[in-house]
């Protein structure tokens, strides 16, 4: 089983930044990729970025140039560095992780809490 904990949300002014973290722990076999998603209202539930254990990285367009996907595979940490952050970008953001918890299992998706991100003047 895979824990992801997150935290760093808050209330930021438009135009202000934010650094979001998930570490991810417990008992698995391999990460292969984890990201950050988010529910607007009355949208469906909606990738704002992934990176892969390879490092490669995916944005939503209404994030690129923005925000910044980073991890740090020793701590299994993946960390949004979320910049000139506008109130659409309220929402709480969930972290994702796709891992094997064993060797010959299926890649599975974890989910954690998530955290709150408000923009507001």
């Known amino acids: 089983q895979v824990q992801l904990v997150e935290s760093g949300g808050g209330l930021v002014q438009p135009g202000g930044s934010l650094t979001l973290s998930c570490a991810a722990s417990?008992?698995?076999?391999?990460?292969?990729?984890m990201g950050w998603y988010r529910r607007p209202p009355g949208e469906p539930r909606e990738l704002v970025a992934s990176i892969t254990s390879g490092d490669v990285t995916n944005y939503a367009d209404s994030v690129e140039g923005r925000f910044t996907i980073s991890r740090d595979g020793a701590k299994n940490t993946v960390y949004l560095r979320m910049d000139s952050l506008k109130p659409e970008d309220t929402d709480i953001y969930y972290c994702?992780?796709?891992?094997?918890?064993?060797?010959?299992?299926?890649?599975?998706?974890?989910w954690g809490q998530g955290t709150q991100v408000t923009v507001s003047s």
């Open positions: 994702n992780a796709v891992a094997r918890r064993i060797e010959w299992d299926p890649k599975n998706d974890y």
């Open positions: 417990g008992s698995f076999f391999k990460i292969y990729e």
